[in-house]
């Protein structure tokens, strides 16, 4: 099993933009949107950044319903979707800002990605969402940065099932459609800055089969606008929007930063081996944009009033592919910033080593994933590490992962343009959050927190 792209990876994900890419003939809708406003259909409510862009869609007054299709009993617990979206509303302190009509806008319907048979939805609920869905913001994936590749058919299979179900929308004109991808997903795309379009599979060579997944997948979203452009009579999609997010960190009021994801981890291993990579000398410069704030751009670009059809789109020469990159425009340092507010906000016990040589002490640290959860992602932050060797060889700033022009998505969203500033506060805030979740630095380390 290879975490990381290779040759058959290659094959694998072009066998599946091959299959995913062969669409039904779109239907010809005759029904008329316009007077039910924004009706849009929300995949990964349940996440870290869905459940935001769930509170900025039911924020705005021309949305009037959000469909959120959610697995039920997900790990075997029975809890209904109703349930499922009232917890997490409740744990990410949404609940306790919506009116009571933002919250009557939010409708769920149980889905099963897994379900090679129109996602596993009803007759009945998939019937609702083609008479009325004109929004489609296509969020849920395994986040997952050691899962086999195999793992990820049933998400590409997932947003073909979406965009079918685009398609066959009973509306005059099409729902638009977003896939929210990874920056990941063009790692390797060169010269910077890497530009808001699309990029061949040598921008994605050497990532996960997570971030190949996404890759393969902006592929299978374009070929549905191209597709839509020569159906005929042109009754296609609308716009199309790949969202490229950056790192996501914990939301700017609570500071709720999920403990399991790699840089908390890394962080956590300041407690459980009582180091964490840095190098002082050449620090790393962050772009990290919170949770919230990525929720309402999100919800800008997704509300923009699309072009239409992918058709006409075309008469006007306008891509019918629109591809944004979303990350913060004001930027920190690992060391400088976060390590420095880490320490001043009380986790003092830590020295930092070179990358590298942080991998071999965590590979040689306990590998009892409970006592030290960093070493659960071990793979992933050898593979961090010696990207950076790679880079420094190069004679490029090690530094600089991936400098990414944002010009697109700043001009659509005004509070992405301005930027959110990090500051020690909202470090302070993360730890806090980290500390009380008792898988972060592990069972022997909650004690003693
Ligand atoms: N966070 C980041 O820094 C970051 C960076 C780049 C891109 N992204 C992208 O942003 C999106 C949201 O990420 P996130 O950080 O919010 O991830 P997350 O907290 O792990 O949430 C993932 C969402 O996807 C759903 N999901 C996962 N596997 C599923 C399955 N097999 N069937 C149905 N639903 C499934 C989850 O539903 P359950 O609750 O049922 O598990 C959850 O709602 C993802 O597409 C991710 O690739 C995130």
């Given amino acids: 099993m290879s975490l990381f792209s290779t040759s058959d990876t290659k094959t694998i994900t072009h ?31 349940t996440g870290a950044v869905g459940c935001h862009i769930l509170h900025a869609l039911v ?27 009232e917890e997490i509303l409740a744990e990410n302190h949404i609940s306790e800002e919506l009116t009571p009509e933002q919250r009557q806008k939010i409708t769920t319907i149980s889905y099963d990605v897994q379900n090679p048979c129109r996602l596993g939805i009803s007759s009945e ?54 896939f929210i991808s990874t920056i990941g997903a063009i790692m390797n795309a060169r010269p910077f800055p890497v530009q808001e379009k699309l990029y061949g599979f040598e921008a994605a060579l050497n990532g996960t089969n997570y971030t190949i997944s996404k890759w393969a997948t902006e592929q299978i979203c374009a070929a549905a606008a191209t597709s839509s452009l020569s159906s005929s009579p042109p009754n296609g999609l609308g716009t199309v929007s790949i969202i490229r997010l950056g790192q996501i960190c914990g939301d700017t009021k609570h500071g709720m930063w999920n403990p399991k994801e790699a840089v908390p981890r890394c ?15 050449h620090d790393e410069t962050l772009r990290w944009l919170p949770s919230d704030v990525t929720g309402a751009a999100i919800a800008d670009i997704a509300l923009l009033d699309q072009i239409s ?38 986790m003092t016990d830590f020295k930092t080593l070179p990358w590298h040589e942080w991998a071999e002490r965590l590979a040689q640290s306990d590998s009892n994933v409970l006592r030290n959860p960093p070493y659960r992602l071990l793979r992933f932050y050898q593979m961090a590490a010696a990207g950076r060797e790679v880079r420094a060889a190069d004679g490029a ?35 806090r959050y980290w500390k009380t979740q008792p898988d972060w630095a592990g069972q022997v380390y909650a004690a003693r927190l």
């Fill in 309 to 346: 059809t992918a058709a006409s789109a075309a008469a006007m020469k306008i891509p019918s592919v629109a591809v944004y990159h979303i990350e913060n425009s004001k930027t920190c340092r690992w060391h400088g910033d976060v390590l420095a507010a880490l320490r001043r906000h009380g």
């Fill in 59 to 85: 924020q705005r007054p021309h949305v009037s319903k959000v469909y959120c299709l959610i697995r039920q009993n997900k790990k075997g617990k029975s809890n209904t979707t109703d349930q499922r979206i």
């Fill in 267 to 281: 962080l956590a291993a300041g407690y459980t081996i009582g180091f964490i990579p840095a190098t002082a000398s």
């Fill in 397 to 431: 700033d090690a530094n600089v992962r991936l400098a990414l022009d944002t010009t697109q998505a700043c001009r659509v969203s005004p509070r992405l343009a301005e930027g959110t500033v990090l500051d020690d506060a909202l470090f302070g805030k993360f730890l």
């Fill in 125 to 178: 609920d998939y019937e609702t969402l083609r008479k009325s869905v004109n929004v489609i913001v296509h969020n849920a994936w395994a986040v997952n940065f050691v899962m086999d590749i195999s793992g990820f058919e049933a998400h590409c299979r997932g947003t073909f099932d979406l965009l079918s179900l685009a398609m066959q929308s009973e509306l005059k004109t099409k729902p638009s459609f977003v």
């Fill in 15 to 45: 066998e599946w933009i091959r299959r995913f890419t062969e669409f039904p003939e779109p239907h010809l809708g005759s029904r008329d949107a316009s007077v039910q406003g924004k009706v849009v259909l929300l995949t990964g409510s």
